[in-house]
Structure formats: C-alpha cells, structure tokens
C-alpha cells in the first residue's frame, strides 16, 4: 500500500459543521490516516485495526459518537455510524471506518483499487438536545437548516440523518419526510408520542 501511504503524507484537510468540537488540523489528519488504515486493514484481514486509545493525544480520547461517510468520485460508498457508542474516537473511528467501507448494505464492500479514490469524512456529533413541540408544523419551524442533525424515534422505529444530509433536501418538510421513510414509517406518520432530538456536528475530509 505504498500509494496510499504517499497520499496520506500529503493529506489535506477541509472541516465543515459547527459542533463546539475543537480538533486541531493536525489532529483531524491523525483520524482521516487512521480511518484510511482501517479500512487498508480491513481489506486484509477482514476486521477493523485494533487500536490502543492510551498511545494517542488526550483530544483523541474523549467519548464521541462518530459517522464515517465514504465517497469515490463523489458518489456516496457507505455510510455508518452510531448515535450510542460512546467509546474513545480513536476506536470509534476506526470501527466505523471499516464498517463503512464493507458492512454498509446498501453498497458492496469498498476493493483494493478504489482506495486511492476513496475520500473521507468523519462527523463528530455533539451532545443531542431534546426537541419541544405540539405539531408537526411546531417541529418544522425549529429546524436549522445545514446545521441540525436530527434523531427520529418513535419506538421500536429510530432514525437519523446527518446535517450534510440537507445538501439533498433544503426543504424542512422533506427532511423530515425522509426521516420518517428512514424509519420504515409513512411520509404522513403523526404521533403525540414521537420525540425528536437535534445535534451538530463537527466534520473534516481530506
């Protein structure tokens, strides 16, 4: 994997998001290398890199739910993460990495050619906050475009959409439409006991 080393001496980063996360470039490269190498990992060895949060910096180790999204040539190769996991972001991100690229089921699993293609992006989501709302329409008002994450449960139906995922719906009643469909529940779906919860995130790609 000797190309694939190359490119991640030359990696350049770009942060989106506005979670109150604080990296630094330098460390923001530390996690795109490693989720890189979990995935290298995983194409021989069928398991994500194991990893000793205690040998990285202490901002590597806080306790982060993490997504890792995968692109090739712009086009989305998987997506997975978790809401709940609250394990060090070092080993969160290259648990998700690796899931990502082969256990995402609505894609086949990332090959050894289309490494060197692959982009990254990791999302560190913030603390979720509780959403207070009556109606529908109450719900709608409060959501932020590009900035809101939102979390969709009404048991046992649970979903979440990330703030990217508003590049393909600006309109607040088709994401949350979307929500609804994510959760195998009807576009029109209503409920007094439904609760939504908001987050942000911080994120960065190479």
């Not at 990502?100 to 289309?114: G, I, N, T």
């Not at 490494?115 to 709608?140: G, H, K």
């Not at 719906?169 to 029109?188: I, S, V």
Request: charged fraction near 25%; aromatic fraction near 8%.
């Amino acid at each position: 994997m000797e190309d694939s080393g190359q490119r991640n001496e030359n990696l350049e980063v770009t942060s989106c998001g506005c979670a109150n996360i604080l990296l630094s470039p330098e460390h923001q490269k530390i996690l795109l290398r490693l989720a890189v190498s979990s995935i290298e990992h995983g194409l021989e060895f069928r398991k994500a890199k194991s990893v000793d949060s205690a040998e990285y910096p202490a901002e590597l180790q806080m306790l982060r739910p993490v997504f890792v999204t995968l692109k090739v040539d712009n086009d989305l190769r998987g997506c997975v993460g978790t809401l709940d996991d609250l394990h060090p972001l070092v080993a969160n991100v290259a648990k998700y990495a690796f899931k990502s690229a082969f256990s995402d089921p609505r894609f086949v699993e990332v090959k050894r050619e289309e490494i060197l293609r692959l982009r990254v992006q990791i999302s560190i989501l913030s603390q979720p906050e509780a959403l207070q709302f009556s109606s529908e329409n109450e719900l709608i008002d409060q959501l932020r475009p590009g900035i809101d994450g939102l979390i969709f449960e009404e048991r046992p139906f649970r979903s979440t959409l990330l703030p990217s995922a508003w590049e393909g719906a600006t309109d607040k009643a088709l994401f949350l439409t979307q929500l609804k469909r994510k959760a195998g529940l009807p576009p029109d779906y209503w409920s007094g006991t439904l609760k939504v919860h908001r987050y942000t995130t911080s994120c960065f790609s190479n």
